[in-house]
């Protein structure tokens, strides 16, 4: 009994040994080297890829921005100057006589008429208005000087004879007259000793 | 100024000496692929799944390729990496196992019949094979791990123990226990071959 117990473990030891020797006692399939290591540089080239499209999509961004930065700069220049500037800058260039009672109003109107405008469109309203605003007798006549107002204080008090007198003479009427004069002395003479 | 020479040469020979002391992805491919297959084909008990997570296992170890020198064993570090790599393939894929006592038996009556003729022990020993495989997954997990590392031709309680990070004692303990129950349930199976 106690030997057939035995045995029987025995046996049992056997069948389990037997089981277990051979439960990972198996071949790969041939050239697993080979495929590993093909699998390993696979990877290595998708890495190196992915690499490459890190620094491409980086690169990308960067182009992006500074397009974006020079659109933004180049936008933001044609909107710099302020309506009310440009409207004092112009003026200038639109003759404006500073005695001129209506002047000033004249600037402060167009100023307040275009206050939110661009450049673009208030340029040749604003020299439209300063067109119409613009003097009957131009340019204005401005008031006499003191020396002016003197001379012709004095051509009004002088009788004419005494200023054309006055006047000056150039050398070129002076010998004019003299020849005029020789020759009709010369001429007098002649008649008379044709006349004889 | 000799001094300074001959230290760095020193160094510079320490550290070329720890280059080359380095093993290379390629050599652990040439030499362990078939114990990472095994392990993988242990836990696993699938050629194409063994060899997925063998392909797994040297990813891993390629990702780490620069730190290969600070590894002082090799290989039980490759088969910790193989163990982890196939129980999460096999904990990704889990299929619930039943062990029905009756189903074996009947294959285990079949398969230690004394006159089986040769062309069908091929067929036998696979059926053995699944027969031990359920028998194993009814242990407890602790225990049926430890089993199965000990099926691998090529580790030693020792490395199993390095390798499960348990003392070795505890690695022949958990084995005997495994034997035993597993022992059990083979008795069971022939009291049923022997009165059926």
């Known amino acids: 009994m106690a030997d057939q117990e035995k045995d029987k473990r025995m046996q049992i030891d056997d069948v389990l040994d037997s089981l277990l020797v051979n439960y990972s006692s198996t071949e790969p399939r041939p050239g697993l080297e080979t495929r590993i290591l093909a699998n390993l540089r696979e990877a290595e080239e998708k890495k190196a890829l992915e690499r490459w ?50 002047a000033p109003a004249v600037r402060n109107e167009t100023a307040r ?39 012709f204080m004095y051509l009004a008090n002088t009788p004419k004879e005494v200023i054309v007198a006055q006047l000056p003479r150039n050398n070129d009427q002076q010998e004019s007259e003299a020849f005029w004069a020789d020759r009709e002395l010369g001429q007098g003479t002649r008649r008379s000793t044709t006349n004889q | 100024m000799a001094g300074q020479a001959i230290l760095g040469d020193m160094v510079l020979r320490s550290e070329l000496a720890m280059e080359a002391a380095a093993p290379t992805i390629e050599t652990l491919v040439a030499e362990h692929s078939q114990m990472v297959f095994r392990i ?56 619930t196992v039943s062990l029905n006592d009756g189903e ?80 059990e349930k083979l008795a069971v199976l022939l009291e049923i071959k022997k009165h059926g």
């Open chain 1, 53 to 102: 499209w890190n620094f491409k999509w980086i690169w990308a961004g960067m182009v992006t921005a500074a397009i974006i930065v020079a659109v933004l700069l180049i936008g933001g220049r044609h909107r710099v100057a302020p309506p009310t500037d440009l409207i004092v800058k112009t003026g200038p260039t639109i003759p404006q006589p500073e005695i001129h009672p209506n």
């Open chain 2, 40 to 95: 993988a084909y242990s836990i696993l008990r699938n050629h194409h799944d063994a060899e997925d997570a063998a392909q797994e296992c040297f990813l891993r170890v390629w990702k780490h390729k620069d730190r290969l020198h600070e590894v002082s064993n090799t290989k039980t570090w490759l088969a910790r990496i193989a163990w982890t790599t196939a129980l999460d393939k096999r904990r990704a894929g889990r299929k």
């Open chain 1, 113 to 151: 008429i275009h206050p939110h405008k661009s450049l673009a469109p208030t340029r040749p309203q604003n020299a439209t208005l300063a067109l119409n605003e613009r003097p009957a007798n131009f340019p204005t006549p401005a008031p006499l000087s003191e020396q002016e107002r003197m001379m």
């Open chain 2, 104 to 183: 074996c038996g009947t294959e285990l009556m079949e398969s230690l019949s004394d006159g089986t003729p040769a062309a069908d022990e091929q067929l036998a020993e696979r059926q053995n094979q699944q027969l031990l495989q359920r028998l194993i997954a009814g242990l407890p997990d602790d225990l049926a791990q430890t089993l199965e590392l000990s099926t691998v031709q090529e580790l030693n309680s020792a490395e199993i123990a390095e390798v499960m990070k348990i003392p070795e004692g505890s690695v022949r303990t958990r084995l005997f226990r495994a034997r035993k129950q597993l022992k």
